[in-house]
């Protein structure tokens, strides 16, 4: 298993601004991911943090308005940037346990951001 | 590119009833499929899983899920349903092999009543 410290837990930021997302591990891990979660909805995939390397992103997210970096096994950010009102979510950092394929998601208890 | 479906958005069942959510997925290679819970204030949970061998498996709480590979199914169950229950539940695959993404179905909202 893994245990994901996300930081912080939640914020209110003005329009226009950028948060940064911490999201800890416990354990080194294969695979990291960023999620959102908007109100009442399911899990999106926002991208694959990889460790060394540039995101990969999903179909309608970028990286200018998502940012992540992975330096090491353990430690990934995700900074939504310019942010409007639309962009209040719960981003959810999730981990892939251990080094097998054959493994569930972890998930931490997510950062809910409101933007006003 | 993989996809998920769930065909219940909101179930409401009195307790004792017997539930069953229903997944499909559309991918054309060999998946990991998952059923996840979250409780109302908490994080994701994981139900059951499945990777390979005998395609019924068991989860924690009583629940139960069936893989059917020719209908692409992954369906929930349970026999008998609690009040505490009461929570959304997330049907999710993963590729074996490529990226190893989780994708996430729409989920159920389900509600027990006492």
């Known amino acids: 298993s893994a245990v994901i410290s996300q930081k912080p837990s939640r914020d209110i930021c003005q329009r226009g601004t950028s948060l940064t997302i911490q999201c800890q591990v416990d354990?080194?891990?294969?695979?990291m991911f960023w999620y959102r979660q908007q109100p009442g909805q399911s899990l999106t995939l926002i991208a694959t943090?990889?460790?060394?390397?540039?995101?990969?992103?999903e179909s309608g997210f970028v990286i200018d308005k998502f940012p992540i970096s992975r330096p090491n096994l353990t430690f990934s950010t995700l900074t939504v940037s310019n942010m409007s009102p639309e962009d209040s979510s719960i981003y959810l950092c999730?981990?892939?346990?251990?080094?097998?394929?054959?493994?569930?998601?972890?998930f931490g208890q997510g950062t809910r951001l409101t933007v006003v | 590119a993989q996809s998920v479906s769930q065909h219940n958005h909101h179930v409401i069942l009195s307790e004792a009833a017997s539930l069953e959510l229903g997944c499909n997925y559309s991918?054309?290679?060999?998946?990991?499929l998952f059923w996840y819970v979250q409780y109302p204030g908490q994080h994701l949970q994981l139900l059951l899983k499945?990777?390979?061998?005998?395609?019924l498996v068991k989860g924690i709480k009583g629940f139960e899920a069936e893989f059917i590979k020719s209908k692409f199914s992954f369906n929930l169950r349970k026999p008998s349903v609690q009040w505490s229950d009461t929570a959304e539940y997330f049907c999710?695959?993963?590729?074996?092999?490529?990226?190893?993404?989780?994708?996430f179905g729409t989920g159920t909202r389900l509600k027990v009543l006492a």
């Open positions: 999730s981990v892939a346990a251990g080094w097998a394929m054959n493994t569930e998601a972890f």
């Open positions: 354990s080194q891990v294969t695979m």
């Open positions: 943090a990889n460790q060394g390397s540039e995101a990969t992103y």
């Open positions: 991918y054309g290679g060999t998946v990991n």
């Open positions: 499945y990777f390979s061998g005998d395609p």
């Open positions: 999710a695959v993963n590729a074996v092999s490529g990226t190893y993404k989780y994708i």
